[in-house]
């Protein structure tokens, strides 16, 4: 299957920090990728969804200005936390469907697990 | 509104056990549905992929069927082992094709040696 690989695997940060965390696509050209959020516990909930070369599509209640998301190339997307509260301690999973189509089977980065102090 | 049910929220099982995974979902015109293991602390990994004109898929012990009429889907796991244990989401693309996953919050299977 297709790899998505993501980075930091884990961060600790002060509160007001803005952290960036990296998703790859090392093995395919990810046209669009998603991000998503996941409390302990709880599942998965989409937060946007970025397009190589466009402006990222945010879920309703995700603060744009907080998330910052840029996918300038086709095998890399970011997401940056900015001034990072405890509230946003949470595990980020990005994917990315393989083929051309959204609805392709996707493929999910290992996570980055962001602990704010 | 999008919601996907899993039951159980948690099972335990000696090993050697055949065992049932459900999944219900409320949107009647899903685009197709996906099965992933999550492991403590980590991504992803898909397991299986139904499409809305599918009924089941197979790999290995791992069955899963798709009845879009009752909106429901099974992940049948077969003669289950200690290397099992993980948790199980179930996902659905809704007919809106926007690649948008909606989640279940997953069974998490214990299998016991």
């Known amino acids: 299957g297709a790899v998505v690989s993501q980075h930091p695997s884990r961060v600790i940060c002060k509160s007001g920090t803005s952290v960036k965390i990296e998703c790859r696509s090392l093995d395919f050209q990810a046209t669009t990728m998603f991000w998503y959020r996941q409390f302990p516990k709880q599942s998965l909930m989409l937060m946007a969804t970025?397009?190589?070369?466009?402006?990222?599509?945010?879920e309703q209640g995700v603060e744009k200005d907080k998330f910052l998301i840029n996918h300038a190339s086709l095998t890399l997307s970011t997401l940056t936390v900015t001034s990072a509260h405890p509230e946003d301690s949470s595990f980020y999973i990005c994917?990315?469907?393989?083929?051309?189509?959204?609805?392709?089977?996707?493929?999910f980065g290992p996570g980055t697990r962001l602990t704010v102090l | 509104k999008q919601e996907v049910t899993q039951i159980p929220a948690a099972l335990s099982v000696p090993e050697g056990e055949n065992l049932v995974l459900n999944c219900s979902f409320t949107?009647?015109?899903?685009?197709?549905l996906q099965w992933f293991r999550q492991d403590p602390g980590k991504g992803l990994t898909s397991l299986l992929l139904i499409q809305s004109s599918q009924r089941e898929q197979t790999s290995g012990r791992l069955n899963a069927s798709l009845d879009k009429s009752s909106g429901r889907s099974t992940l049948y796991i077969a003669a289950s082992q200690p290397g099992d244990s993980a948790t199980y989401l179930c996902a659905y693309h809704g007919s809106s094709n926007t690649g948008k996953l909606i989640f279940g919050q997953g069974t998490t299977l214990q299998v016991k040696p």
């Open positions: 970025s397009n190589e070369g466009s402006k990222a599509t945010y």
């Open positions: 994917s990315s469907p393989s083929g051309r189509v959204s609805t392709d089977t996707q493929y």
């Open positions: 949107d009647s015109a899903i685009y197709n």
